[in-house]
């Protein structure tokens, strides 16, 4: 996974997943955006965070559009991949608050605002981009043969993520995490990234009471 040495740690008490959530959710409402649920096959989920982008701007009418998805000619290094993405609107106006992170395996930090701050982590390897974030704490878990379980009898609901136990700094966590090629156009590394940080929140949504406060 993407994060093995991550550096100074923050003092106090950590956020967990469900803060982000709540921060996102907090957020959204303030802006005036109302929540609606669709159904669509996996491999349009990232056609559908365009246009759910595209929707939280004022009236479009018939004005939304698509982005094309195309691969790169050659595949992405971490750094490579960090300077394409700090070059983005996302990064410029803080929607996305990068940092490179060295260690054995570097990786990028990404915190993104629109979801309360949640850190997302990419890291290449091998002809692999990795994206992963923390779901879970796993002593924070209530009943972890039930948990796992429950996860595994729900991975319909997680389209192009999966859920695994790792080791950071000396603690066991939940995490979630997807792989795509590295030679994925920066377009879909960013649509990788939204998919997963949406992933985040619908695992929160259904295992919460699962979890310790």
Known sequence: MPRKTLGARPTGKPKTSADYVRQMRERLREA??????????????????????ALRQPFLGDRVKLEGFMTQDSNWTVNSLFNALAELELATTGEFAMQLLAGEQPSIEIKLSEYGGMPV??????????????LIEAHKVKDRAAFNDL?????????????????????????MFGALSAASS?????????????????AVEAFGDHFTA
Not at 32 to 41: I, T
Not at 151 to 175: H, K, M, W
Not at 186 to 202: C, G
């Open 186 to 202: 920066l377009t879909v590394i960013v649509q990788e990234v939204h998919t997963l940080a949406e992933n985040m929140v619908r």
């Open 151 to 175: 996860v595994l009898r729900n991975r319909d609901l997680f389209p192009l993520s999966s859920v695994g136990i790792e080791q950071v700094a000396g603690t066991e966590i939940y995490c």
């Open 32 to 53: 005036g955006l109302v929540k609606r649920e669709f159904w669509v096959l996996p491999e349009n989920v990232a056609a559908l965070r365009g246009v759910e982008k």
């Open 121 to 134: 982590y990419v890291a290449v390897a091998g002809d692999q981009v990795l994206v992963d974030a923390t």
